[in-house]
């Protein structure tokens, strides 16, 4: 009778949570009189603050007001998170709380909390291909030119990351990370689902390994011959926010309260291989297509603050709707202007099916930059961000945004990018002339049509068989991808329609624009 009383009480207690919807509570104002930032931040952060020239005083940066959270908790609301940066807390809410709330002074504004955080992928392509010294890159880094970067000496070393993910069970034991924890990279981490609780020790849900394979594809290696990312030398925070084994509404504050947490360590860039969008029980709380603008989800907020404010390099997976016809477009925090968002591509550069797409609704180009990934965008992101280790490595005072814009200028279809893969793969080429002040002239070749439904493409390359077109509606919204084939360098590329204003052409090593 007592374990039967037990399970009734439990079941009773689950039943009551589930019945309450998770609400934030955004306050009116802050005590900005006796803040100290010497009190609230790390050596660290404050170093790289006076480094990039940003305030050491940021009115995100200070706490919210204690007589505020203990206003609210005195009316029996139990606080789950607290962010700085967005002057609000979470809690589970009733109406009658609820209505208390809205009539406080001190409350701004009470609302639902409508997303979902899932990982955008599990598994990971294990192929690897070789370069004339033998040493074994992935498709991914050996498309964006891995052996400059090695043959610069670059490997992260320095560079503080942060992976903000759904678990990183069994990191220590994976044989591609070992190096690592030899070497004390990882710094710190933390579960913010479950406080206090080491999840690289702990299996809590099926996806607890997904950070695991995502630190891989930014730092993995094994012994000097296989590389699965570039920043092999970089130090890490790790971060769990995903409570993996239910769909629920909790998991937006637990990434903002990461994203804090590794802004007052001093950490410069930022992973996330997860995104908000859709899927809930309840299909009321989803998003809609056109909320996806930067601005509605708070995790965009923050990821605007983190950008705008903070100096971080926030990289993110665009996500894996891009088949779903309800859906198809990025999720947040992905749809962040101050976002580096990745997309995915085949091997010849294509965008794949599930990688999703840029909304025609905005005015600023997502994806950003793509790259190989068979299984998922959960694992192109990371390799951009080993990457940006690296670059930041080799010029540390280059701040955040002018290596978002390097990043974006090393793509192959600059400054004609698309919604479908940004400006393209990367190449470590490009980017470190860039990254030394060197000017490059854009790669393009115009091509007006005048007129006409077909145009002859010559290249110099007479060996390339195959490139791929993306036909726009207008300068970055893609109608559709296709494969054109060729033979001794000549190719022909015709417009598939009246509505098509522009097409996006790469050949071997060569791009062009045809405007029709």
Known sequence: MKILSTLILYFSVIHLINAQQKYWIEFTDKDESNYKYQENLSEKAIENRKLLNLPLVQYTDIPVKNEYLKKVQGNDIQIVNTSRWLNASTAYLTQNQIEWLEKQEFVKKVSPIKTMIVPLEMEFDKSLIENPKEVQ????????????????????????????????????????????????????????????????????????????????????????????????????????SEKGDSESREEEDYWISAMEWMDSLGVRIINTSLGYAIGFDDPSQNYKPEQMNGATAMISKAAQIASDEKGILLVVSAGNEGSDPNWRIVSAPADAKGALSVGATANNGMKMGYSSIGPTSISYLKPNVSCYSMEGTSFSAPVITGFAACLMQAKPTVTNKELVEIIEKSGPLFPYGNNYIGYGVPKSSSALKLLEGEELNPSIKRKIANGKDFLNIKVDDKDVREGIVFHKTDQKSVNNQEVITGSKGRFKVTRPGENIMQSSIVIGEETFEIFW
């Not at 996806?207 to 920043?231: E, Q």
């Open 137 to 240: 890159f992935t498709t991914a880094i050996s498309q964006m030119e891995a052996n400059l970067i090695m043959k610069a000496g670059l490997t992260g070393e320095g560079i503080t990351v942060g992976v903000i993910d759904a678990g990183f069970y069994n990191a220590d034991k994976n044989k591609f990370l070992k190096h690592l924890f030899k070497s004390k990279s990882i710094l710190g981490a933390r579960d913010f689902v479950n406080p206090g609780q080491l999840d690289i020790e702990n299996l809590k849900t099926y996806s607890d390994g997904h950070g695991t394979k995502v630190l891989m594809r930014i730092a993995g290696k094994k012994g000097n011959s296989s590389y699965f990312g570039m920043a092999t030398k970089a130090q890490f925070y790790l971060a769990r």
